[in-house]
């Protein structure tokens, strides 16, 4: 059975950079839709990034295209979430999910993910 577990998060000035890993255990990764989320106290549950299993198809939300970048290790059976430029309000529990809904393109319906890690806390602040 899949299991995912984050790791990287911290506490990072305005500007920073974190790299956030999901690593998978119990079943490859290569087979999986992957998906990060974030949420922040008091507000949604908000989709961060995904990567489809099939080809390299992958899609950002709004807040964070062009600063945050997903990829794949297959040989290490994880999935990172490079994050750049941090602002105050990506502040958030980061998390990884799984899903085998999608192929060739992925989605941000959380409700689509059978499997999520326990999340990691991103904090950035002065």
């Known amino acids: 059975q899949l299991q995912l577990v984050e790791s990287g998060g911290g506490l990072v000035q305005p500007g920073g950079s974190l790299r956030l890993s999901c690593a998978a255990s119990g079943a490859t990764l290569d087979a999986y839709d992957i998906g990060w989320f974030r949420q922040a106290p008091g507000k949604e549950r908000e989709g961060v990034s995904c990567s489809a299993r099939k080809g390299d198809y992958t899609n950002y939300g709004n807040s964070v295209r062009g600063r945050f970048t997903i990829s794949r290790d297959n040989a290490k059976n994880t999935v990172y979430l490079q994050m750049e430029s941090l602002k105050p309000e990506d502040t958030a529990v980061y998390s990884c999910?799984?899903?085998?809904?999608?192929?060739?393109?992925?989605?941000?319906?959380?409700?689509?993910?059978?499997?999520w890690g326990q999340g990691t806390q991103v904090t950035v602040s002065t």
């Open positions: 999910a799984a899903t085998q809904v999608y192929y060739d393109r992925c989605y941000f319906v959380s409700g689509d993910y059978a499997t």
